[in-house]
């Protein structure tokens, strides 16, 4: 199969199976021209990191999981980990975010979004203490 192909097949952009054989995710085969040739093994390991990356594994705990995946002797208590660690993260951002909500929603709440220069939501912004 080549680039294109594999890009239909798995969702995953051509440019971005580029830069996973660049960092050495994936490693397909070359044609005597040069041209990638993937494979079926190829191909699913592109639909195992496109779908962990949709979970928001960075690309080294796709490295990680990859390696577990083709690890007959691994351990289920270490890819638990490894998810339990991402779970946190996301719940860490989630929390950002909320927080980040709440404080947009009360400035938006504080302004009075008339024809007045004077605006909270400007002022906030600007205010070096309101940054810490």
């Known amino acids: 199969m080549n680039i294109g192909d594999v890009a239909r097949r798995t969702g995953v952009p051509a440019k971005t199976i580029r830069y996973y054989e660049e960092i050495d995710l994936i490693r397909p085969a070359r044609t ?9 093994a190829d191909l699913h390991k592109l639909v195992f990191v496109g779908r962990a990356r949709a979970l928001g594994f960075p690309v080294e705990q796709c490295r990680t999981l990859l390696a577990l995946w083709d690890d007959e002797t691994r351990s289920s208590a270490e890819v638990k980990r490894i998810a339990e660690r991402q779970l946190g993260e996301i719940d860490a951002k989630i929390a950002a ?6 404080t947009l929603a009360h400035l938006i709440g504080a302004c009075a979004g008339d024809a007045r220069p004077d605006c909270p939501i400007l002022e906030s912004l600007s205010d070096p203490e309101a940054a810490a």
Do not use: D, K, V
């Open 32 to 40: 005597g021209n040069g041209y990638r040739a993937f494979s079926e």
């Open 97 to 102: 975010l909320r927080e980040m909500r709440g």
